[in-house]
């Protein structure tokens, strides 16, 4: 795996996490404005996630270097 394509993981996995984090916290009663921020911002992030790890997949996929055919 290159180095750019973990790189691109690990981001898509803090992002996942810190919008999955703000979208649990939502469980509880908050005041509207920050229900409305969070809300916002851990779709966002959980988008953000599965978008950069789906290119970074891609780019993965890209890098391996295809077999000659016999």
Do not use: C, D, E, N
Not at 38 to 62: C, D, E, K, N, T
């Amino acid at each position: 795996m290159p180095l750019q394509s973990l790189i691109m993981f690990i981001v898509a996995a803090v992002f996942g996490l810190v919008g999955t984090g703000l979208l649990l916290a939502l469980r509880k009663p908050q005041a509207p404005a920050r229900v409305y921020v969070y809300r916002m911002v851990g779709i966002m992030a959980v988008s953000l996630a599965i978008v950069l790890a789906f290119s970074a997949h891609a780019m993965w996929q890209w890098s391996v270097t295809p077999s000659p055919v016999s």
